[in-house]
């Protein structure tokens, strides 16, 4: 990041994106055309603990842009939850099961957790639990409905740790989760280093996997401003990719993206992964770093 505030020499990929299988608000429809606004020919999708229904293979092409199948996996880890990113994902039975595991764990925290706001508020909300399912489709009901509470204040006041309403998903130790993800991907990287509590512990994992995300485009937890050149220096002694992307939760991609050698080793990767590869010429570029993001699942 320079002085103004941008993010420089990010290639045209975008390596973490969500959709509606999950918490995002993109369909899969709308990849292509919000990719070639964003400026990228290649994006991951990484939707939350779920491989997109929609697509039918580890890579595949729509309307020019390279759409590789992925996933965003929380899992336990040396005593806090950390997010793993699969690239050019093989649905395994390993990976079935433990989606489905988690799937079923969302949607029954979902319906406990609903019915405590609906209770605490004393009203009904008008929600729909499906696959997917987080708290941001609570804290949009609680904010849809006459409660006085709006998206941002539910999770300050109802769904947030610690609030009465609260609860915790079960997830996937560590060590299963690489078992899972090691025979169903073909790249696998930690995402956002410094958004855990513990950050030496989170990039302690980060050294067993095939990268670490250097490019994201949050305050304040972007890697240059919390400390500069530690990613560098623990990527290039354990011989990890430096992974870049919008994790976009709306329409936005293209925010931030990886350096031209994390395509490189991500296309080898995948290539010898699943002998499917197509990738689109990639093009230097820089953006503006958007505002604050939280993470809710
Ligand atoms: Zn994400």
Not at 2 to 19: F, K, P, Q, R, S
Not at 86 to 99: F, S
Not at 167 to 188: G, T
């Amino acid at each position: 990041m320079n002085d103004e505030g941008e993010i420089e020499c990010h290639e045209g990929a975008d390596l973490h994106v969500h959709t509606t299988a999950s918490d995002g608000t993109l369909t899969l429809d709308e990849v292509p055309a919000a990719a070639q606004t964003g400026g990228v020919d290649l994006v991951a999708i990484t939707d939350h603990d779920r491989v997109h229904p929609g697509l039918s293979a580890p890579v595949t092409q729509v309307d020019g842009v390279t759409i590789l199948r992925g996933i965003e996996l929380r899992v336990d880890a040396r005593g806090q939850r950390i997010d793993l990113l699969g690239y050019g994902v093989k649905k395994t039975q390993a990976l079935e099961n433990i989606i489905e595991e988690i799937q079923q764990n969302r949607i029954e925290r979902g319906r406990r957790m609903i019915s405590a706001v609906e209770s605490e508020l004393n009203t009904a909300l008008d929600v729909t639990i499906k696959e997917g399912f987080g708290r941001p489709a609570v804290a949009r009901a609680i904010d849809e409905s006459t409660a006085p509470y709006d998206y941002s204040q539910a999770f300050e006041d109802l769904i947030g740790h610690g609030c009465p309403c609260y609860l915790k998903r079960e997830v996937p130790s560590f060590a299963d989760a690489i078992s899972v993800l090691r025979s169903s991907c073909a790249f696998v990287g930690l995402a956002h280093p410094f958004r855990y509590p513990d950050v030496d512990a989170a990039i302690q994992c980060a050294t067993k996997l095939d990268a670490i995300e250097r490019y994201y485009s949050y305050r304040p937890q972007n890697a240059s401003k919390n400390d500069p050149g530690r990613i560098e220096t623990v990527a290039d002694a354990n011989n990890l990719s430096m992974l870049g992307g919008s994790d976009a939760h709306d329409r936005t991609l293209g925010v931030a993206g990886p350096p031209l050698s994390a395509i490189t080793d991500l296309t080898r990767a995948v290539s010898t992964f699943t002998d499917q590869w197509s990738i689109a010429s990639c093009t230097s570029r820089s953006t503006d770093i958007p505002s604050d993001h939280t993470d809710y699942d």
